[in-house]
């Protein structure tokens, strides 16, 4: 399968707010073409689409039963295991919020593809959370090296208005590590990795992704 990124439009501007969770030296030792990925704004009505495959994807029995728990907060863990199948993800912004929405679909050797919806928003004590449904949030911190960029739970919540709660470690489905991978290609890794204190690494899953523009939109390096 064709793996490619495509983006409606032109309409996007230098952004470093991911750049600014991580120290100066950190951002600067990532490859070119991270930087460029999670260095750019979008306008309103603009949008990056992901287009790949699932390469690799592995759960124990614990996997299973907490993917199949997080059917109450919307399905975000891998419900099956298929692999060489269609992944595809697309992100807008969420301007009032100052943050964006990932969509993810995934694909199955049988039946409808299992679809994912989460908001990034630069806000929290580490400077970023992802919100999934029924109010359930993760604190997420950012770290890099020369290859990938890194987003690691600090800690899960569930919050309701103004009210926010903390899940105690012992509810926690264990620490959530997802890496944007450079493949040195134009392309890049997807990896998903959930290791339990007590089970180890219950869900693992690694999605390949490509890059394609189309023609309308113009791409520069903002380094």
């Not at 694909?107 to 919806?117: E, K, N, S, T, W």
Request: net charge neutral; with cysteine; aromatic share 8%.
């Amino acid at each position: 399968m064709d793996s490619s990124m495509t983006m409606r439009g032109a309409s996007w501007q230098p952004d470093r707010r991911f750049q600014s969770l991580l120290e100066a030296e950190s951002w600067v030792r990532l490859p070119s073409a991270v930087r460029r990925r999670f260095g750019r704004r979008l306008s309103p009505g603009a949008a990056i689409t992901y287009v790949g495959t699932i390469a690799e994807c592995r759960r124990n029995r614990v996997g299973s039963l907490i993917a199949q728990l997080a059917r109450l907060i919307g399905a975000p863990l891998p419900l099956h295991d298929d692999i060489a199948v269609a992944a595809v993800v697309t992100v807008t912004e969420e301007d009032e919020a100052s943050g964006q929405v990932w969509t993810r679909m995934y694909a199955r050797a049988q039946g409808l593809p299992q679809v994912i919806h989460s908001r990034k928003r630069f806000a929290g004590p580490t400077g970023l959370e992802e919100y999934l449904g029924g109010g359930f949030g993760i604190s997420l911190m950012v770290c890099a090296d020369d290859r990938a960029l890194h987003f690691i739970s600090d800690h899960y919540f569930i919050s309701f208005g103004s009210i926010r709660l903390t899940l105690p470690s012992w509810l926690s489905p264990g620490t959530l590590t997802i890496s944007h991978l450079d493949r040195g290609d134009d392309g890049f890794a997807f990896v998903l990795s959930l290791r339990h204190a007590l089970f180890g690494e219950v869900i693992h899953q690694v999605g390949l992704f490509g890059e394609r523009f189309d023609s309308c939109a113009q791409e520069t390096s903002h380094d």
